[in-house]
């Protein structure tokens, strides 16, 4: 009985010994992932985290079970990517940037602008689109307004998520002094809400006319 309770606790040793081992190689092909996908979106102006994870798993032979980086561990390599490497030219793009998104955010004040996504983060590649949220009373009154003054524009349906209550949204795509502009209309009982793009995503970060201008005010906007 002694010898098969230590073969036992044998066994129990060996299998929690590959266990560990097997951790450490997910989190260590994680933390490549994370930052061949950062390599990715900073190098190839590629903004979209999910695409950028794909690819860099692909490069890195990584399995299709491979658990992937979350967005949070592909930003902070971002980040850290761009302070080495992109010092310089990353900043003055982002205050660029931010300075269309606030052209158009006071030219489109009556309709509740937000800024949010990658400009707003400072993480923006240059092939950015600049995204704000609106809150008109409808959406044809928005049309309108940009018809009025010959802003050409496509429009389609989208959503995003407020808890795990799906807020129908329409947005609106255009060009402003040369960038693109996605212009995400919800309700305007929907502006006191925190939006996300997943049901179990975080809560979008947004910035209104005031923070932005704060933002370019900084020491360190280009």
């Known amino acids: 009985m002694r010898g098969h309770g ?3 606790i044998l066994c129990e040793a060996l299998g929690y010994d590959s266990a560990v081992k097997r951790s450490a190689r997910q989190t260590g092909m994680r933390a490549r992932i994370a930052a061949a996908a950062a390599r990715i979106m900073a190098e190839d102006g590629v903004d979209d985290f999910a695409l950028a994870k794909r690819k860099a798993a692909r490069q890195l032979g990584a399995q299709a079970t491979q658990a992937l980086p979350a967005n949070d561990e592909v930003e902070a390599e971002l980040r850290a990517y761009r302070a080495l490497y992109q010092a310089d030219e990353h900043p003055e793009r982002i205050a660029e940037l931010r300075r269309i998104a606030l052209d158009a955010m006071r030219t489109l004040e009556r309709f509740s602008p937000y800024l949010t996504g990658p400009v707003l983060k400072g993480i923006a590649g240059p092939y950015a689109e ?3 949220q609106l809150f008109p009373e409808s959406t ?7 018809l009025e003054r010959n802003i050409a524009f496509t429009t389609h349906e989208g959503r995003r998520y407020s ?12 060009s402003w002094q040369g960038a ?3 212009l995400s209309v919800f309700d305007p009982r929907d502006e006191r809400l925190a939006l996300k793009t997943s049901p179990a995503g975080r809560a979008l970060d947004r910035a209104g006319i005031a923070e932005v201008g704060a933002l370019l005010r900084e020491p360190g906007a280009a």
């Open 163 to 174: 808890g795990d209550q799906t807020r129908a949204m329409s947005v609106l795509q255009l």
């Open 140 to 146: 044809k009154e928005l049309e309108i307004y940009l």
């Open 130 to 132: 600049i995204e704000l």
């Open 6 to 8: 230590e073969g036992g």
């Open 180 to 182: 693109p502009l996605r």
